[in-house]
């Protein structure tokens, strides 16, 4: 019995043997391909629940000895994953799909590209096709409102000759002046936006945090932004299109002044001192105009796997809503990638060359609109104006006619960006290659200013005019070896590169006066008199030039390594130096400086335990470190230079200018550095039709550039530019993207964004300078109070405060007779406000800025929204506080006679309590909340029946309307377009071009 | 695809450029400045013209339009706070946020804008001056003794001047610091000293350097007559400085002066002085030199003519029309006194036909400039015209902002005066033979009949007389226990604190602990 037992055991003990045995090893082999036919090299091939991997070869082949049930599991960059049973086959070919998953997606980094799966660190991601619609000036204005905690806000409203943003990233991380992020355009660093057209753009990738951004180095404080342009197709097919489109708009923005009726009965009747001039003129219709404009882009690409090119030529022509201020662009742009050396050897080349011709308007005239008496005619017969050429000029020296300023000023200005450059990448060894790169951009600009002899603020100069020419040159030279490998599950890859960069300044100009004739404008500038007979202030005749250079060299590293996809670690260091810096800089380095960073990331959703869990496709969270920097504008900050300056001195019987250091030296000026840890969790779900990301951030901006407050004696000049200041900046961001609606006719996609930033001034001046016990600040925020008389300053930047407090006085009321009462800091009341009454009245940052945009499609239909705003924030209205009572005898804004600023003007009009009405409080402060529609575009895409699809591939009408509306209580100008970065955040201008409301209507197709 | 062959035959070109770009990488780490349009310091100072420039730069606080004659800065505080000088608020021009009828009314603050820039003028002197010396050492090294002569001048003519400034600022705000540029004072910062601590350290400055310097005249630089005069003044008020008077002692530095064979007199002419080409006058003793091309800020005409009197001159900027002197000044001139031409009054003339001004208010008014000024609150209409215009530098047809006529810091004619009052106050108050004498030089050169007595009130006067507009007047009305009087129209009496200045509330926050404020109110 016993021996039956025993003998069953030993056979299911056998069994169980040979049934393990019996799942023998088989050997697979394979070929995989993309959807176009092309091998797939290095693709990853996998034993699903093992560590049992190989990548494919040059050809696409594959061979791995796996169990005979095992899955294979096929993965590579770009493409979508798959998982494939053997089920006993012996040949196993794949097909895979491009990849359209979210983590999947790739994103440009540094000096390389990332799946999502794989960034570690904050990188937000803005493909063409969610680009703002409509004209923009510039590639910023394509993501205006679409990445959470990037502020970008148009200079010089819409201006179509001021083509530049404000780009600002995570809150103010300077003092100064504007820190934009660094540009790097198809990896040319600092590369210029205007080389680009909108409509050449693939993806713009916007490193948020340190451990991203820490691969520049001391540039990238601010942030890095990566614009990828479109490259050549493959498919060996030759294809073309075209864009084009038309616009106009209206103004979107202008204050509310009397009419000619109104300032009758109201300042002239009213009794305020008013003068009717008889006339009745709308100052801003006659300074603007309808403006048409139009754009028209081509592009050619074809080619093959071995070459494929790309070229595209862009025209535009753009008026803006003031009279004689244009815009004219042509670009054109040629890109090309080959492979030669049996696919080893791999060249890309990028040219592209941009000529643009601008007249500038002079935004004051926006102001003089306002303050201009409307019954003030625009020309007059009268004797005393001949002198003027005709045009009726106001008694008050600061009061001009904007048409007369128009009409008799000359303002042009042409520019060209050439930007060349060349990779070349050789395959050394499988999975190592060098990189070598080399790019050239030069920018020229000449600009040509007039002012004819009978322009009032010019009279008797006998005519002013200027000519002045500014170039610019860069050359980047970078070397990178890079290495990829790749055993079991763990994934590696190493990089080592070194860089050279130089830039080159130079510029010249020369003015002059004393002309005889108006008509040769700036022509001629020799024919003057000014230069030669030195009358004059020198404000008038002269001439300059200037050249500097700048050198910066880069060695920098970078390993990613991650363990079955689940588990990625970064860590990179970049160790640079610059010229602008002297040897003192660092007492260890000198002029060099380490930027270090760390960065690791969990993906949760490739753990076994998440293997269950329904409609969760995605989850991820980051956490990073790194350190960038800042350099300083100037390029020789550090040296002691001397130079002439001041009035000349008399001596030994001749003039003699005197020559001495112009500044306070420092030889320890160094970068700034700023430390940042960002934490961050995306997710994807519900087949990845919803997803996003938050993140969490603190910045420590150190050893901040500014020029600081110093005692006179024993410091020659009161001034000096040290690093010292420390800011903090903490905030959170969230970005949602969603796809509500998915069938054949029908798409609804969604996407958010939001972003709340904190900042704190930890340190701006303080016992090194001034003195323990003293409470550390800095006053900013001047104004002039204008018409001669002395400003004051509105904004207060110390320690221990968020950057943009308002500091003044706090509005209560008026009392019975018209005086202003304040709110004193105790608590009391007074209508005599001193300088002690002053306080912090409120802060100009917004609490969140916001994003959305919304597509829907119909069939053929398509309609676009994007919506961009803010909740919180202060502005100063500064046309309020200059124009909001009855002070001068020109014109004033109608709402000096509505509200509580109505209660002002019981005052009584002698000049020196005229004078008083202008009092900088909180009563000039206006909440700036808004919610804008940036874009509303409506698209119609027919099908094409067939025998027009043999010619024409794709076409497609749209009409956008730019600006549309912009839900808001404050009562100035566009609060979107008033700058929140700097240190004077939430000022509202009285010299401010006007915003437009345009409408485009549009024509591509495709062949 | 022909195009696409020739394209990639260009491929040895594109590599032939990477070959390149590698050898750029040889120099790969090179970071010297390149440096092209920017000067080092190192790379000047090497001929004595250029080292001549580097003193320049003591006196280049003087200059200009925002130096001793800035009307918001030192000069308002010693002309616009006396009976010379007013600006009436023209219409809704000049009124200045009330600082200058705060000035002129003595309701001045702590924090008043030409208080404020007062200071800075002065100590931005003595800062530029203590530059001056740390560059000399620099260049000629630390042993004094060892220096060239041109060294040796140099750091006297520094000294001198930052002695200067030191006097300047002393005499506004009383109770100041020295900065002697001293270890001391550049580790720790300066100290605030009494006036007579400040009074005693300038005086030992400029006696000690006395011998080094030149004993020549070299019209503009600081020579030993310059400093001789500066030592003079420093006597002459010694009495409100140190409550000592030291009136000997004044009139041995003028005797100095005018026995020491410099050549100063006076001109015949009394507006000589003042012409545009008065470069090397020999009744100027220390000027700054002024010229519309190289050294610009005389702006005289531009802020005192009327609108109208571009038409006359041609101007090529239209004056401002703003300060003006007071009737009652403008009223101790007498008829016959040539010198009452420098003030322009009357009808504004154009080929024999009075011009016609119209603006806001006024239709084509007769532009008649009124001898006194009734009010200086807001404008009446009348407001426009009213005051006597200061044209006694040359008024120059055709220029723009600027002028060419040098103003004199120092005259001759001051000596002569000052010497005279030191004799008669040593006379108890009553005039000398001597004292007559130096009056009359100056009283008939205005064409007028020699005193034969004269008392210290009309003294006063006759200073004021001579030397209107050109920075004494403060100076001379603390003097003569004047200045807070209330003597003049829109003054009121206020306390004798006021003939100081209150330390700027600024200077008070910027270096807590080192400064007590005066009694000034």
Redesign the interface.
Known sequence: MLKKIYGLALMLVMLLVSATAMAQSVTVTGNVTDQTGEVVIGASILEKGTSNGTITDFDGNFSISVDANATLVISYVGYQTQEVAIKGKKVVNVVMADDTQLLQEVVAVGYGTQTKKEITGSVSSVKAESFNKGVSANPMGLIQGKVAGLTIIKNGGDDPAQNSYNVQLRGVGSLSGAASPLYVIDGVPGGDLSSVLPSDIESIDVLKDGSAAAIYGTRANAGVILITTKRGSKDGKFHAEYNGNVSTGVIADAPRVLTADEYREKMVNGGFGG?DYGANTNWLKEITRTPISHTHNVSVS??TEN?N?RASAGYRGLQGVALNSDYEELNARFA?N?K?LNKRLE?A?DFSYTSSDKNWANYDNFNQAVRSNPTMPVTSDED?FVKYGGYFES???YTRNPVSDIMQTTNDQKDQVVLGS?R?TLNIIDGLKFS???SIQNNTSWNGKYQNSTLRDV???GGSASQSYSGYTQQV?E?TLQYVAQWDAHAFQAMIG???QTETFQGFNAYNTGFPLDKLLYNNLGLGTGIVD?????AYAGLG?????D?L?SFFARVMYNYDQRYFLSASVRFE???KFGVKADPILG?WGVFPSISGSWNIMGEEFMANVQNLDDLKIRLGYGVTGNMPGD??LY???????????????K???????QSNVNETIRWEEKHEFNFGFDFGAFGNRFSGSLDAYFRNTTDLLYEY?V????????KMWDNYGIIHNYGIELQLNGTAIQTKDWTWDLGFNAAWNRNMVVRITGDQY??E??ESFVNTGYIS?G????GNYTMRLAEGQPIGNFYGYKYYGFDKDGNWVFETPKGGYTTNPQ?ADKQIIGNAQPLLTLGFNTTLRYKEFDLGLNFRGQIGGLIFNETRYFYENTR??ENCLASAFEGDAQYMLTWKT???E??SLRRFSDFYLENASYLKLNDLTIGYTPNLPENFSKWISYIRVYFTAQNLFTLTGYSGHDPASVSMSGLTPGFDGRSYYPTQRSFNLGLQFKF | ?FI?EK??KL?KF??G??A???C??T????????????????D??KTP??F??????A??QL??EY?YIYREGYWSMQEYTTDEVVIP?R?????????P?AMHKHTWEA?T?DINNGW?FA??G???C???LD?IKEIAGEDESQYSDAAKAGVAEAKTLRAFYHLLAMDLYGNVAI?D?SEE??TN??KQSTRKEVFEWIEKELLDNLDVMDNTV????MTRPVARMILAKMYLNAEVYTGTPMWEKCIEQCDSIINGGYGYMLNPDYFTTFKKDN?ANMEIIF?I?F???????NMFHLITLHYVH?EVYG????PWNGPCTLGSFYDKYDDKDLRKAQWFVGPIMKDGKVLKY???TLTDADAIIADTVTTI???TAANTFEGPRFVKFEIEPG????ANADFPIYRYADVLLMKAECLMRLNGGSSTSEALALVNEVHTRAGLPAYTNITLDELLDERGRELAWEGHRRQDLIRFGKFTTGMWEFMSPRSTNRNIFPIP?WVL?????VYKQNTWQ
Request: with cysteine; proline share 4%; aromatic share 14%.
């Open positions: 003068i074809g080619g070459f090119f090309a080959q030669t060249l080349y005393r008694d008050n020296f060349v070349a070598t790169f080399y009279y008797g100069k030279v070397n070194q860089g050279y030195g009358k004059g202030a020198s030039s200037y050249k500097y250079k050198k060299a130096g610059s010229s002029q390029h020789y040296a002691m230079k001397v130079g002439a300056g001041g009035d000349y001195i008399f001596s030994n019987g003039f003699i200018q005197p020559w001495g250091p407050d005692p006179v004696p024993p410091y020659p000049f009161g001034g003195a016990g003293v109070s018409d001669g008389e002395t300088e001068g005898v002698s000049g020196s005229k004078a | 695809m696409l394209i990639m491929n594109f590599i450029i990477l390149a770009s590698m750029f990488t120099a790969c780490t090179d970071l010297e400045p390149e440096i092209y349009s920017d000067v080092l310091k190192d000047y100072y013209e250029q001549s420039t580097l003193v320049a730069n006196y280049s200059a200009g130096g608020t219409g809704t021009d000049w009124f200045d946020n009330g600082v009828q924090n804008r800075s100590y931005g003595v800062a530029k203590n530059t001056v560059n900065d540029n004072v550049k910062g300066v070299r019209y503009g630089s470069t000027p030199v010229d519309q091309v190289y050294a610009k800020g571009q101007f090529t900027t239209q119209s603006n806001s609150e807001d404008g220029i723009e902002h600027h509330q926050d910027a270096n807590p602990g």
